[in-house]
């Protein structure tokens, strides 16, 4: 299960503290600059009204008191796991027993959220990392490393016998060069097999290959058919042999990156496919709400300035558009929600649906969006 899913099932009813650290070396490199980050962010997150701390329990008021204060210490302490990461997600609350640091390899952007949920839409948004798998290949060695771009781990190292063995055999330069080619085509085939077993095992959603590119273009000729299609076009342009994990996972980042803005171009070109077809896709908040309250949604796209009321029912849980007065389901009156966001992407992860957020700064949603307020989905079915 998700940390997130994990995270929201575990809360719902008691303060929650969600704190974002942007860990961007050139400022937040030591201990005492993030400190000084949290405190205020943790300062804005209490003022911010979200939650009115007049209607808590004396217990929960007690307990944010001393979660907020651990914060402090937690993140001004070395004991943060920061190393390498972008980002720090921190989640806590006393009352619900959690507290749960996350490193992002993504930058986020900082920012402290105090509510009876923990705020999520940051650690699920974008297109699923999934687990990458990089072959770094030459024509005598062949490593494998498997995991996120943060925690990219050597696991095969397949060195085969090239050469060296015919050369006082009295053979023929040509035959020689035959033979060494022989034994690089066996190499590369050996390498193959060992990247489709380590995929047997425990699939990886991409495939990255590394080296030089007539090397590269031999090997991914020998692939399984099976792993064609996570097969990633770019090459990686290293030395297969000496390149270290941490240069690895340098060259992969904007490789990744391109990846990324293009699952986002095909999300939305396929949103607007199925809607043509009148197939399996929602847009618009009614639709949306009415797909994630039956449990169908597969991603829920969200506009980057996506933020709308909405309604909750106290009783069945279920969203609906603004003004519906009383749950279709179990007629109950209806709570309002100031901002559907945050729900929509809580029920999204409910549902193990994904959550992709598109467009940025201060652009207008992209239209495919735009034409249903900034919410829509594509549906499983
Ligand atoms: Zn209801």
Redesign the pocket.
């Known amino acids: 299960m998700s940390t997130a899913r994990e995270l929201l099932e575990r809360t719902g009813s008691h303060p929650v503290v969600s704190l974002y650290v942007d860990l961007d070396p050139s400022q937040f490199a030591t201990a005492p600059a993030r400190a000084s980050q949290v405190r205020s962010l943790l300062d804005e997150a209490q003022r911010d009204g979200r939650l009115d701390r007049d209607r808590l329990s004396h217990k929960d008021r007690t307990a944010l008191t001393a979660d907020l204060e651990r914060l402090k210490q937690y993140l001004g302490s070395d004991e943060p796991p920061v190393s390498g990461a972008r980002a720090l997600a921190v989640f806590c609350s006393g009352q619900d027993d959690v507290f749960e640091a996350v490193a992002l390899a993504q930058p986020t952007p900082p920012r402290a959220v105090i509510a009876t949920t923990p705020f999520v839409e940051p650690l699920v948004a974008g297109p699923a990392e999934g687990r990458t798998a990089v072959v770094l290949i030459s024509r005598r060695s062949g490593r494998i490393l498997v995991g996120g771009l943060r925690d990219l781990q050597e696991a095969e190292d397949v060195s085969d016998q090239v050469h060296g063995q015919h050369a006082r055999g009295g053979l023929s330069q040509l035959n020689y060069e035959r033979s060494i080619e022989a034994d690089v085509q066996h190499h590369l085939r050996n390498v193959a097999e060992e990247i489709y077993r380590t995929w047997q095992r425990e699939p990886f959603s991409r495939l990255v290959v590394g080296g030089t590119a007539q090397d590269v273009d031999e090997f991914a000729s020998e692939l399984h058919n099976d792993l064609r299609p996570s097969l990633v076009a770019d090459r990686l342009d290293l030395d297969a042999e000496t390149a270290s994990v941490a240069d690895v996972s340098k060259a992969l980042a904007p490789l990744l990156a391109r990846v990324r803005a293009a699952a986002k171009e095909s999300a939305l070109a396929e949103l607007e496919n199925r809607l043509g077809a009148g197939g399996r896709a929602a847009r618009g908040v009614q639709d949306t709400l009415e797909a994630l309250n039956e449990r169908r949604v597969e991603t829920l796209l969200l506009a980057h300035n996506f933020a709308t009321p909405g309604v909750r029912?106290p009783?069945?849980g279920?969203l609906y558009a603004e003004g519906t007065a009383s749950?279709p389901?179990?007629g109950?009156k209806t709570t309002v929600v100031d901002d559907l966001r945050e729900a929509a992407v809580e029920a999204a992860v409910m549902q193990d649906a994904g959550v992709m957020i598109l467009g940025e700064g201060s652009d207008p949603a992209p239209p495919a969006l735009h034409r249903g307020g900034g919410i829509a989905a594509l549906l499983r079915f």
Do not use: E, G
Request: aromatic share 0%.
């Open positions: 029912c009783s069945c279920l749950c389901a179990d109950a």
